[in-house]
Structure formats: C-alpha cells, structure tokens
C-alpha cells in the first residue's frame, strides 16, 4: 500500500508510537552502556544513515548558517543525553511527561492566549502529581532524574526553534543529517567512556534506537505533515505523555500510580489545549520527539 493512501493521523500515530517504543528500548540499553554510550550509538547510526541518503551540499551556505546548524546539533546531542540519563532515574512515563513541559511552556510563549496559561499551570500541577513530589519525602525524590527530564524539555524547545532556522537555511534532509553528525561529536566523550563494555547486542540495539527513535518517526511525519494542518498535527502529539506510559508498561513492566495517571491526564489535556485547540491552520504545530 502506497503511503499516500494511509491517513495522515495513522501516520503521525506511527510516529508517536515508534518514538516511545525506541523511548523503552533505550531504557534497557541505558544501564548497561550508560547514557552517552546510548545516545552515541543512536545518533551516530541515524548520522551515518541520513548522510547516505541525503548526501548533502556543503558549499553555498553564509557562516550564519552553519552556526545555525552547529547550534541545533548541540541541542540535539544535549537534548537526546539528558533524556536518555532521567531514563537511569525515572519511569519512561514520567520522564517524557516532565520532558514534555519544555515545548508546552514554548508553544504557550509563541501564542500568548490566556487560556494557554491556564494550560500550563494545570501541566504544571500534572507534572507534580506525576512526579510524586506532593505524596513523598523530599529526600526521595528524584532529583537528578528531573532534573535531566527539565533539561531535556529546554533542549527540545531550542531544538524547536533552531529546527525551523536549519530548515530554512538547508535544503530537505541537509541540515538533520549534518546536526546529527554535530550531535555525535558533542556526545563523542562520553559515548567512548565505556565504550569497552559494548557487545553486538548493544550495537544492534542502538541501531534499532536509530530507526525507531530518529528515522522512522521523522519520515512517518514527514510524509504526514503533506496533508495534515497544523493544529491537528499537535493535537496528536498530545498523546506522546500517555503513549511513553504505555511503552513503559508493556515493554519494561513500569506502572503508575492512579495520582500519576491524573498528572499524566492533565499533561496530555494542557498539551491538547496550547498545541491545537483554536489554533488556527497557519501556525506552525510541528515539534519533533525526542
């Protein structure tokens, strides 16, 4: 079947679902080669593949852009390492829910509604719901683990802006494909830190990180986005807070509380809200995943 004849929204769903699937994958492989292993492996692999294809023009380009797509790449690799670390901390679910915080306050900042505001604050009491600090000591929260997801969600909101400079300044594929490759170089160190640990297995499971969690997900999009609005397209992404849960559940046996499922419902309701409710069809809507 042609993809032209899948809808939209099947696809964007596909995405999603690639996305947090690699999301629980990544969770298996993070203990046993460490974040930066992880991450190096899995942008490295996508690199390598995205170059292939693509086979981007690298004359013609101002310096502007290249500090555009040197920028980008940074907040790729720190965006993609610091998700990848809350992993070692936090249950996918709440990893991705406190993520999510990072291009849900951005969006609310581009528009300015009021009721965006509203939106966000009922996030931001998901997201302390979620994240136990209400029901337990101080002392056993995950600190480093929020800490690492908050990280990530400011990164994903520069990944947002410097994505639509790259864009505009590389043709197609050109500027992803060289952002990954700064990307690699960026978690170079510590992905070699522990590199003498790694297996076949470990190799195979960063290229499966590849195709779900970069490849994939960005083609399915991609081809989506050609026939979708906008603002439909961020109502669908709204489900990624819910969908990582599931993943959590169903590959890596991670459960929730029913307090964390109210913080998880009221993260997806906000993310509803601010990325398409009245939103109209030329606003940008397009936020990559992690």
């Not at 593949?49 to 790729?76: E, K």
């Not at 998901?126 to 990530?152: H, K």
Request: aromatic share 6%; glycine share 12%.
């Amino acid at each position: 079947m042609s993809a032209d004849r899948v809808p939209a929204p099947v696809l964007v769903f596909g995405g999603i679902v690639s996305v947090q699937f690699g999301g629980a994958l990544a969770a298996t492989l993070v203990p046993q080669i460490g974040a930066g292993g992880s991450v190096l492996l899995r942008v490295g692999f996508a690199a390598l593949i995205l170059l292939a294809v693509s086979r981007p023009t690298l004359r013609g380009h101002t310096r502007a852009d290249w500090a555009t797509v040197v920028a980008f790449g940074f907040a790729l690799g720190l965006m993609n390492w610091s998700f990848y670390g809350s992993l070692a901390h936090l249950p996918l679910g709440v990893a991705v829910t406190v993520e999510f915080l990072g291009p849900l306050v951005l969006t609310t900042a581009l528009s300015r509604r009021p009721l965006d505001f509203v939106a966000v604050a009922a996030a931001a009491g998901g997201v302390l719901l979620i994240s136990r600090a209400l029901s337990i000591p101080l002392g056993d929260l995950s600190w480093v683990g929020l800490l690492l997801a908050l990280t990530a969600g400011a990164c994903w909101a520069a990944y947002i802006l410097l994505s639509a400079r790259t864009g505009a300044a590389f043709a197609e594929l050109d500027g992803l494909s060289l952002a990954l490759c700064v990307a690699a170089v960026v978690v170079l160190p510590a992905g070699l830190a522990g590199h003498d640990v790694w297996t076949a297995d470990h190799v195979a499971k960063g290229l499966g990180l590849a195709v779900l969690s970069s490849l994939l997900p960005y083609s399915l999009e991609l081809l989506a986005l050609r026939r979708l609005k906008a603002a439909v397209f961020g109502i669908l992404l709204s489900v990624e807070p819910a969908v990582a849960a599931l993943a959590g559940l169903l590959v890596l046996g991670q459960t929730l509380t029913g307090t964390q499922v109210a913080g998880l419902a009221l993260v997806v309701l906000a993310s509803v809200i601010v990325m398409g409710v009245g939103k109209g069809p030329e606003e940008p809507g397009r936020i990559e995943a992690t």
